[in-house]
């Protein structure tokens, strides 16, 4: 339903006229695409979060500026993007060196699930599109400066017109022009080389066995066989940790030098985030009497090979959705 369509149903004739509630309930219709939006533009589920609610006390303070010569869609993006650009303006730090990005969060698929999926070119659907919310393309994001990122997110993400981005952003036509060609190059330098050959599609029975074959290595901490499903290129990082391991030499030394081989009494949990498998892995605690969140591997599969392992901390079990615990007998 359109804001006209809306205001006409409610008998006002503009939002100044419109209470709390019924206003909470307009904006509600977009929170996990404006989620999702922030999210892109932050890297960062909890600081997008915070910003959508931003979003929200900002466009009911300034509801009375809402003049209807775009949709309520347009003018809440406009409020997140600024949103976004304020908060990246004071706290948001350069990205380590190497490619890094500390404080990249997991974005559970149940919830983009709750987007309608749609057609190809209806705005829900190129929200969630895959190949802008997988981790790769998220931590290349997060490397280009802050309104080139913006105009990437909007234009090429979301699909606005030059003149509406250029709007959204107090910015002319050719200022956002030549923003987009700059965040395109940064892009093109940070994404893997193989872009195209990400995990795209459903996962396909190749991919589900590879998935398979690693989790059972990984309950096994088997590192041999787990090195065998890795490219020879493979990288490896655990945000908000510092390092990143590129190489499998360099991988499998790691592991083995933080004693991962000595480590029994895992188990692990098939899910999916950013629209690319991951497991969550649970480590025996004999006091608990259960098996208790350790860390959650997503990984990124290109030619039937492990070209990536983004592993977050325990602390994301909850947000994932992902039991507490597992009891002896492996149930949940």
Known sequence: MSADTWLEELGVSGLGEVDEPAFSALAER???????????????????EDTVQETFLRAWRRRETFEGRSTFRAWLYRIATNAC???????????????????????????????????ADEPEALAVARETIE?????????LAPRPRAVLILRDVLGWPAKGVAEFLGDSVNSVNSALQRARAGMREHLPAERQDWT?????????????????????????????????DVRCSMPPTPGLYVGRDTVVTYWVESGFEGMKGLRAVLTSVNRQPALAFYHWREREGAYLPLTIDVLRITGGAITEIVTFHDDR????????????????
């Open 85 to 119: 650009l304020d908060l990246l303006a004071k706290c948001r730090p350069e990205p380590a060196t190497g490619g890094e990005v500390l404080w990249l969060q997991p974005y559970p698929d149940r919830l983009l699930d709750e987007l309608p999926a749609g057609d």
């Open 30 to 48: 977009h929170r996990r695409e404006l989620h999702v939006h922030c999210y892109r533009m932050l890297g960062s589920f909890e600081d997008a």
């Open 317 to 332: 079990f909850p947000r994932l959705g992902l039991p507490e615990r597992l009891p002896a007998d492996g149930t949940e």
């Open 200 to 232: 795209g599609g459903e996962q396909d029975a190749g991919m589900r066995e590879l998935v398979r074959r690693f989790t059972e290595a990984s309950v096994a901490t088997d590192v041999d066989r787990l090195a065998a499903l890795l490219r020879d």
């Open 135 to 143: 981790l790769a393309y998220l931590v290349a994001v997060q490397h």
